[in-house]
């Protein structure tokens, strides 16, 4: 029995492959509407400071922006799943009392929310995130999922 490559990832791996510098707001299009989110963040590592940079976004609003442009490793979320090398996943951001969620966060006025570490190996490129307006836990292969699709980009992009 052979098993088909999931579609996204395929479509994924095209989009990555066509791409001369890489299609962050695309790549997000393309993830969000598979997920049903609308609200998603790229962040992409930045050696020389050795803090997440905002490369692409969806759905945050101005005030939220300004809280998420640079993340700190180990700061909210993203930076926590950079941190830990694994994905970071919570229910419902409005009621999170873990710490794992900043405050700002809740201006986006999302629950289920998701943010998987790009990673090339061990080596950290980014994180990918996506968020739901309604309490949601990700499955096991949701989480999978985007992990590889964040796995694919630190490949493609990764120097």
């Known amino acids: ?13 095209q989009l990555l492959t ?6 962050w707001t695309a790549l997000l299009d393309l993830v969000l509407a598979h997920f049903d989110c609308p609200v998603g963040t790229v962040h992409v590592l930045d050696p020389a400071d050795g803090h997440l940079h905002l490369a692409a976004q969806r759905g945050l ?5 300004d809280k998420v442009g640079v993340i700190p490793i180990g700061k909210g979320m993203a930076g926590i799943a950079a941190e830990r ?6 229910c419902n951001l409005q009621q999170d009392a873990s710490g794992v969620v900043r ?5 986006t006025q999302m629950e289920g929310s998701l943010a998987a570490p790009m990673l090339d190996g ?14 949601y836990d990700f499955t096991p292969a949701e989480t999978e999922l985007l992990s590889a699709i964040g796995a694919l980009a630190a490949r493609r992009y990764r120097s």
């Open 1 to 13: 029995m052979t098993v088909s490559p999931d579609p996204l990832l395929a479509a994924t791996e």
């Open 18 to 23: 066509d791409a001369a510098t890489p299609p």
């Open 61 to 65: 609003p101005p005030p939220v922006l």
């Open 85 to 90: 090398r694994t994905p970071v996943q919570v």
């Open 103 to 107: 405050p700002g966060a809740k201006l």
């Open 122 to 135: 061990e080596a950290l490129f980014g994180v990918l995130g996506v968020a739901k307006p309604t309490a």
